[in-house]
């Protein structure tokens, strides 16, 4: 039986507009003064502008939230088991959304998604809970 499993997908902070960013900051409560700093985290590291030119358009910014994706996937609940170079986690139930020769991408029971390198993976079976909200 398949199992649809739902996650929000937070804007790339990388490519959003610095109007929005500022939205987000302020809507978020970052202070004038740790906004740049933010600014500069959000950008890797290499802002298209200096402080100055930041705090201009901070000064009539309005506040707003980034808006969040919404991803869904369909399809078998699966346990995908790690090798112990994994770390922490033996293992996972999820829903597979694609692959190719090299990872997986999972949407797991907790909204969270991510992809694993198929190197690390040990084995992926059926998951024996049954589906997801039964």
């Given at each position: 039986m398949d199992t649809t499993l739902s996650a929000y997908i937070q804007y790339p902070r990388l490519i959003a507009s610095v109007e929005a960013l500022?939205?987000?900051?302020?809507?978020?409560g970052i202070e004038r003064s740790a906004a740049y700093s933010q600014f500069v985290i959000d950008r890797a590291l290499r802002p298209e502008m200096n402080a100055k030119e930041f705090f201009i358009i901070w000064d009539r910014g309005a506040s707003c939230l980034l808006p969040a994706r919404h991803q869904q996937a369909t399809g078998q609940l699966v346990t995908i088991q790690y090798t112990q170079e994994y770390g922490e986690w033996p293992s996972r139930e999820a829903v597979i959304t694609s692959r190719d020769e090299y990872r997986i991408v999972w949407i797991d029971k907790n909204g969270t998604t991510g992809s694993d390198p198929l190197s690390l993976i040990m084995n992926i079976a059926p998951s024996s809970g049954g589906t997801y909200g039964e």
């Open positions: 500022v939205a987000d900051y302020k809507a978020r």
